[in-house]
């Protein structure tokens, strides 16, 4: 499985935008980048999977080189609730991977 | 769609009791699912993955007659503690995935264990 390194926090003020890249050096032909968000108590939430390119949903946008060995989240306008930890999972679990978590990033939005 | 549900949130156990987690997948099939367990302030820890009908795969280090798992159907994963102890007291997640080829894994809103 790709191991991936994100920063270990970061601070934002409301309104501004947020990117946080995470690296995969080690990641595989098959594998897919998904990102999700977690409030302290609560299960990890889906925010948005990519393979490659550029994937935008309601919430988010993320960034993927050709080279795939790296990804960015980008979040537009954020505001004090999306203080949270963010995590960047590498893997295919459709054919039987599971999901190691790495530490995430943890983002403070400030008012 | 796709929502994961756990029972119970939390739960409040006595040394040496066993205490049942059970996790829901309340619109979709869920080939495979996976627990979590996640201490203060550190990132979720992979206990086992279990697919639908067949015995879980459990992660090194990770005691399988300890924290029993069983999924008995497609909507279904349950995970036992046995003779919980207080270093048993955790935050317990799990998620479900569709497999065939579908890349996303759903969590449920996880559950509070603590053994007094």
């Known amino acids: 499985l790709a191991k991936t390194t994100q920063p270990i926090s970061m601070d934002s003020y409301e309104g501004q935008e947020v990117n946080i890249t995470c690296s995969h050096n080690?990641?595989?032909?098959?594998?897919?980048i998904t990102w999700y968000q977690q409030f302290p108590s609560q299960g990890p939430r889906f925010i948005i999977q990519?393979?490659?390119t550029k994937v935008t949903n309601e919430v988010a946008s993320l960034f993927i080189p050709a080279d795939r060995k790296s990804s960015t989240l980008s979040l537009p306008r954020v505001s004090l609730s999306d203080t949270a930890v963010y995590y960047c999972?590498?893997?295919?679990?459709?054919?039987?991977?599971?999901?190691?978590f790495g530490p995430g990033t943890r983002l403070s939005v400030l008012p | 769609g796709a929502v994961v549900s756990q029972h119970p949130s939390w739960v409040i156990c006595k040394s040496g009791t066993s205490v049942k987690i059970e996790c829901r997948s309340l619109?979709?099939?869920?080939?495979?699912m996976f627990w979590y367990r996640q201490f203060p302030k550190q990132s979720l820890m992979l206990m086992a993955t279990?697919?639908?009908?067949?015995?879980?795969?459990?992660e090194q280090g990770v005691e399988k007659d300890k924290f029993l798992i069983n999924h008995a159907s497609l909507t279904l994963s349950t995970l036992t503690v046995t003779s919980a102890h207080p270093e048993d007291s955790s935050f317990y997640i799990c998620?479900?995935?569709?497999?065939?080829?579908?890349?996303?894994?759903?969590f449920g809103q996880g559950t509070r264990l603590t053994v007094v």
């Open positions: 998620s479900a995935s569709r497999g065939e080829g579908r890349t996303e894994a759903f």
């Open positions: 080690n990641i595989a032909t098959n594998d897919y």
């Open positions: 990519g393979y490659k």
């Open positions: 999972l590498v893997g295919d679990i459709g054919y039987g991977q599971n999901f190691v």
């Open positions: 619109d979709f099939q869920a080939t495979t």
């Open positions: 279990s697919n639908e009908g067949s015995k879980a795969t459990y």
